[in-house]
């Protein structure tokens, strides 16, 4: 049974850069059997899918985020992470680090316990 | 990428069941047999639910179900229980290799 956690700063000044870093445990990152991903949630609002990584370090980004999101994965660490530059007010969220799995890497199999981020000077 | 086209809310009586809809594109939900549905409580992690249009991971009570018709995917819960009541999410693998969520909603056990 995978388990994941999420660590980094609750608070981000605008226009600095948001990282989030997920470490992975009862697994192996680099198993080949899931991809890993980020999703956001602002208060009060809807699911964002943000960006995956598979193990060897191939990148999906959502369009939206693309020029500002990078993903990147760590296996001597068991852990990857999420950079997102520029940020400001509207990328307050509570921010879920994944593992996914299925014929395109589609489903949500494992989530963690989300980290609350509030962006503000 | 546009968001998948979920009611803000649905509701029903203990025993009773509902359906939740959400509509996307042929890019999308219409294209793809990769359907996946998340419940959410207040302040916890989504814990999915359903994937692949209409399988249910271990553990998962046989009072969920999913279908598909066109570009719209169904979530169908018999059988309604108090803790049911959550937020409910749609996902679908969309073209070039990305994914996207539904807004979202909100049931309501009466």
């Known amino acids: 049974q995978l388990q994941l956690q999420e660590s980094g700063p609750g608070l981000v000044k605008p226009p600095e850069t948001l990282s989030l870093t997920c470490t992975v445990s009862?697994?192996?990152?680099?198993?080949?059997?899931?991809?890993w991903g980020w999703i956001r949630q602002p208060p009060g609002k809807g699911l964002e899918w943000i960006g995956s990584?598979?193990?060897?370090?191939?990148?999906y980004y959502n369009p939206s985020l693309k020029s500002r999101v990078t993903i990147s994965v760590d296996t001597s660490k068991n852990q990857f992470s999420l950079k997102l530059s520029s940020v400001t007010a509207a990328d307050t969220a509570v921010f879920y680090c994944?593992?996914?799995?299925?014929?395109?890497?589609?489903?949500?199999?494992?989530w963690g316990q989300g980290a609350p981020v509030t962006v503000s000077s | 990428q546009s968001a998948l086209t979920q009611p803000a809310s649905v509701s029903g009586s203990p025993g009773q069941s509902i359906t939740i809809s959400c509509t996307g594109t042929?890019?999308?939900?219409?294209?793809?047999?990769?359907v996946s549905w998340y419940q959410q409580h207040p302040g916890k992690a989504p814990k999915l639910m359903i994937y692949d249009v209409n399988n249910r991971p271990s553990g998962v009570s046989n009072r969920f179900s999913g279908s598909k018709s066109g570009n719209t995917a169904s979530l169908t819960i018999s059988g309604l229980q108090a803790e049911d009541e959550a937020d409910y999410y749609c996902?679908?693998?969309?073209?070039?290799?990305?994914?996207?969520f539904g807004g979202g909603t909100k049931l309501t056990v009466l």
């Open positions: 042929s890019s999308d939900v219409g294209g793809y047999s990769y």
């Open positions: 996902s679908s693998y969309a073209s070039s290799s990305t994914l996207v």
């Open positions: 990584i598979s193990y060897s370090g191939s990148t």
């Open positions: 009862g697994g192996s990152i680099s198993s080949g059997t899931y991809f």
């Open positions: 994944a593992g996914l799995s299925g014929y395109f890497y589609h489903k949500f199999d494992y």
